[in-house]
Every structure is written in C-alpha cells, then in structure tokens.
C-alpha cells in the first residue's frame, strides 16, 4: 500500500523548497520516493518531477487561450486535471509504490472551498494511497497576531476540507530570530494554547477597537 504526502499552503510558503527537501532525505534514507507536480504555474521546481500536470495544462497556455487570469488559470487547470483523471492514475501506475510527494498550487481557493483538489484526493484513496496534507505556513505569520490567527483559521478550513490526516507545519522556521521578539515563545504558537493572551497585542496591532463593544 503505497504512502503519499499532499503538500499544502499559501502562495511563497515553500511548499516546492520542501518537496525537494524530503525528496533529497527520503532517497538519502533508501527510500524510494517520487514528486509529482501538480502546479500548472510551477516550471522551475529543482526537484525531478514523476508526473507533471504542466504535461497536460500549462498556466501561461491556459490564461492566453481562454482569457483567465493566474488564480482562475490555476482553478482551470485543476479541474482540468480532475476531468482528465486517468492520465494522472496511469502515471502513478508506473511509479509502484513508491513514497510520493505531491506538490499543490498555492491558490487557497483549492484547499478552502474548491471540489477538484479534494476530488482528486479522494480518487487517490481509492486507489490505495495512504495520505497526509502537510499544511506549511510561513512562519513570518508569528510576527502579527492578525496573521497568526488568519492563518490558523486557513489551516482549519483546510483540515474541514480535505477530511483527511493534516499536519501543520511552520516554514521558514531559521527566519525567526531575524525578526521582533515575540511576545510569547514558540510552544504557544505550535501548541496553538490559549489565544487571548494575544488580544492586547491585537489592539496594538490595529487602531480600530478590538473586542467586545
């Protein structure tokens, strides 16, 4: 039964910096272990890519052709992709049961609201795989509390979503030190404890009143 990682998060999160970093480490371990790309605005990745949705649907084809900007040529594409389902199910086919990374396009409508991603999660599963979404925010999103909580209201939507085992994970982590101190450390934002706390620094934040009126 082969195992496969579904590689979430916001547009500049480093979802593909991750894919090839746990490719590099799953084939330095022995593991045999295969990324798919499934960003049809993703052509400069340094990982090698199994599969390659820019294969069937190319972002810069789509929004000239059919007149679409970068968020609705993403959508496109996906849906593209979902129609066309057996072309991806034949790729994976070949790559046996090796370990597979999935690299997914940062637009958050997909993990959000959108069926195609889901669906074609879903037809993953009923081929065998076993999944996880690994769910990376940017770890810049500590230093505003508005950020922070945006993001961790994403991240819920994203586990609603998908119904499916869900990490989340801070990228970017080795950026912190360079920025503000933070008013709490680094468990209270991983553990996600008790938000409250944050409220003063929230009002400080905005200069609009926060909280009860």
């Known amino acids: 039964m082969p195992f496969a990682q579904l590689v979430l998060g916001s547009p500049g999160a480093g979802k593909s910096t991750y894919c090839d970093g746990m490719h590099q480490f799953l ?4 593991r045999a272990c295969s990324v798919v790309n499934l960003d049809p605005a993703n052509e400069n990745a340094n990982y090698p890519k199994a599969i390659d949705i ?11 052709r059919d007149r679409l900007g970068p968020n ?19 790729g994976l086919k070949e790559l046996g049961d090796d370990y597979v990374i999935f690299d997914c ?27 996880v979404v690994v769910h990376l925010s940017d770890s810049f999103c500590l230093t505003q509390p508005s950020l922070y ?3 961790l209201l994403l991240s819920l939507r994203a586990m609603l979503q998908m119904d499916l085992p869900h990490i989340n994970v801070l990228s970017k982590i080795d950026k912190v030190a360079s920025y503000d101190p933070l008013p709490f450390n680094l468990d209270f934002y991983t553990d996600v404890q008790d938000v409250s706390y944050l409220m003063p620094y929230l009002e400080e934040e905005s200069p609009l009143r926060v909280g009860p009126f």
């Open 27 to 30: 084939s330095a371990i022995g």
């Open 149 to 151: 909580i945006s993001n």
């Open 72 to 90: 609705g040529g993403i959508l496109y594409a996906l849906e593209e992709l979902e129609h066309n389902i057996d072309w991806l199910e034949e």
């Open 54 to 64: 820019r294969s069937i649907a190319k972002l810069e084809d789509i929004m000239a």
């Open 105 to 131: 396009p940062g637009q958050v409508e997909l993990y959000t609201h959108h069926s195609s991603l889901r669906n074609i999660f879903l037809r993953l599963q009923k081929l065998g795989y076993r999944l």
